[in-house]
């Protein structure tokens, strides 16, 4: 449709996207022969298949063991910055998860510098600007959380390539059983380091579980936060501090079966009772759509047009981590 074109050229900005899920099917293909991976099939279009978050994670931890070397990460970012700025992304917030990739000996600063190196490249072809966010794997337990914040903040302080490019901390994968405030002294030592602050909660957690990200960890956005219209005083706050939800409405139908279809997400009351709720992709590559689609599809769920649209992508403006000078010129 018209209003689909209109979106895909509509400058986008995206919150919650996972590097690693911006992976081409090809490219892991390629990347898995060359680091000598075996796939559980070789044909890319089989190649992401899942039905709860839980399968999807494992799909997801396939996707990063491709990831064995420097250039590996350079190449995963470049082509993520080319895809999304074909439809319409300006700026992004990538989150990378490395706890795995850690643990199996490979280096932060190496990897921060491939991130960088392929960030670079895909920056001066299409003029999209893409900064990192280092997810804490909640899987990997608080102390190995704690310990990558550390390691960041050294690299940081020694001006290793590429760490000015990584301005927050995250957490995600699994919610199940983990309490977000075990994770305290991790954020409290990001936040001591400069590191701007967020979480994913609320994936498959209570209200409750959000409300413990903001009063003890102190994080300034939340991914994904679904089940915030539980909890009307928890609205209250929420619009009242302008608190971003970086909402991702069908990678909850598709990954976490948060509900079965579109038109069942929150997403609709998130907006009409005020809160600060933008659009992302989550893993684009893993669910097969781009930033402009889902725009389309959230449109089309909920019967929104073009002024509702471009609401929401300046809403994105105001929840992104730039200064006041650095949205002025995506507005
Ligand atoms: N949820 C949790 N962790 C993740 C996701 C997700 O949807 N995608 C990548 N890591
Ligand atoms: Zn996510």
């Known amino acids: 449709t018209s209003l689909a074109a209109a979106l895909d050229a509509l400058p986008k900005v995206e919150l919650h996207c996972h590097i690693e899920g911006t992976m081409r099917p090809s490219t892991l293909v390629d990347l898995a022969r060359r680091n000598g991976l075996d796939l559980p099939t070789s044909d890319p279009a089989e190649l992401y298949r899942y039905d709860s978050l839980d399968s999807f994670l494992e ?17 995963l970012a470049y082509e993520s910055v080319v895809d999304s700025a074909a439809h319409g992304v300006v ?16 280096d932060l600063a190496a990897i921060v510098a491939g991130l960088d190196e392929g960030l670079a490249a895909g920056e001066a072809e299409t003029g999209a600007r893409c900064l990192l966010i280092a997810d804490m794997d909640r899987a990997f337990g608080p102390a ?5 914040v550390q390691a960041l903040a050294a690299l940081r302080h020694a001006g290793a390539r590429g760490t000015e490019r990584v301005i927050g901390v995250g957490m995600d994968s699994t919610e199940r059983g983990i309490d977000p ?18 979480a994913h909660q609320g994936e498959n957690s209570p209200a409750s579980a ?19 219209m539980d909890d009307s005083e928890l609205v209250s706050r929420m619009v009242g501090e302008r608190v971003p939800i970086t909402v991702c409405p069908t990678s909850n139908v598709v990954i976490a079966n948060v509900v079965d279809r579109l038109e069942d997400h929150p997403y609709a009351r998130m ?9 992302n992709t989550d893993d684009p ?7 402009a689609q889902e725009y389309a599809a959230v449109a089309a769920a909920f019967g929104y047009g073009w002024d509702e649209m471009v609401h929401i992508a300046l809403d994105a403006v105001d929840a992104c981590w730039l200064d006041d000078a650095g949205k002025a010129a995506l507005r």
């Open 59 to 75: 799909v997801f931890w396939m996707v990063q063991s491709a990831l064995g070397r420097p250039g590996d990460w350079a190449r």
């Open 285 to 291: 590559a893993l669910t097969d759509l781009d930033l």
């Open 271 to 279: 907006r009409t009772a005020g809160l600060l709720a933008t659009i």
């Open 144 to 148: 190995v959380g704690l310990q990558q």
């Open 181 to 198: 405030a075990s994770f305290r002294s991790a954020y409290d030592a990001a936040r001591a380091a400069g590191f701007r602050l967020t």
């Open 91 to 106: 700026h992004c917030e990538a989150f990378f998860t490395p706890a795995r990739h850690l643990a199996a000996g490979q």
């Open 210 to 228: 959000i409300a413990a990200c903001l009063d003890i960890l102190g994080v300034e956005r939340v991914d994904h936060g679904v089940p915030v």
